[in-house]
């Protein structure tokens, strides 16, 4: 069925859209675009936000790990740093006993120098006495070893402050002697006099002998009266030579190599100081 001009016209206007409609929908479009823009522009400013949050956290994150970096470092630090301390306190602890321990000894030692020079106020022998009659006895007798003993205690005998502490048994009675080892050396010797603070000997060997003459803590004066005796100290390249007559001081303390020949060698040895170190 074919319409007409006219009813063409009345159907087209039934479906047109009146001008108020199109304007409402004009507006509605309006309205969403500018809801739209505004939408995408929160969405930036969120994004905008969240990126600013996440840059704030990395920082964050990143000062943390380093404070725990430095934390550690702290720690570690701290830690050396006290056993650097215990360390010097241990160090200091040794310092004060080792000086503890060297004033102790430091007294000790003065003690026994006071001691020493005190008790050689003790002495009734006289080095110079000795040295006089070693000489005149060997003057007097040569090579002659009985007759230079006997003349040396004949005249010890007569003094008479010396005489009562002389050995009353003779020299020429063998049980008089005995060996003496020492430093590697050996000897035979016959005790004229002894006390705590002194000693006065006849020593020496007809065979010959060599040895380290010991340190001792008191002074020592050894009158060579037959033959002759060598010494040295450490560091001395030639050696000394005692011959009869002569007398090898060796002073508290002080250690030398000694030697007698086989030719033999007997002396007078006086000591005089303190033994309880002889050594």
Known sequence: ????????IMELNSVLVPDDE???????????????????????RTQEMLDRLRDSVNELRESSTRAAADWHSLEAHQSLMKQMEDEKF????KINEQEAALSVLET??????????????????????????????????????DGIFDHILTELR?????????????????SEWVFNNAGGAMGSMYIIH???TEYLIFFGTPIGTEGHTGRHTANDY????????????????????????????LPR??????????????????????FKCLT
């Open 22 to 44: 199109i304007a409402q929908i004009h507006e509605f479009a309006r309205i969403l675009k500018e809801a739209k823009a505004e939408r995408d522009a929160e969405h930036a």
């Open 108 to 145: 000790e030692i003065e003690d026994l120098r006071k001691e020493s020079d005190a008790v050689e106020n003790w002495d009734i022998e006289q080095e110079v006495g000795m040295d006089r009659s070693a000489k005149d006895a060997i003057a007097l007798h040569g090579n002659n070893t």
């Open 222 to 249: 050894f009158h060579i009266l037959y033959g002759e005796q060598q010494a040295f100290g450490a560091g001395d390249l030639v050696a000394a030579h005692y011959p009869a007559g002569s007398m090898h001081y």
């Open 253 to 274: 303390g002080v250690v030398r190599q000694y030697m007698m020949p086989e030719s033999g060698c007997w002396a007078l040895e006086l000591a005089q100081g303190t």
């Open 90 to 93: 241990d160090l200091a602890k």
């Open 194 to 196: 002894a006390s705590i």
């Open 158 to 174: 007569k003094d008479p402050k010396v005489g009562p502490t002389i050995n009353r048994n003779s020299f020429r009675d063998a």
């Open 1 to 8: 069925m074919e319409l007409t001009l006219s009813e063409m």
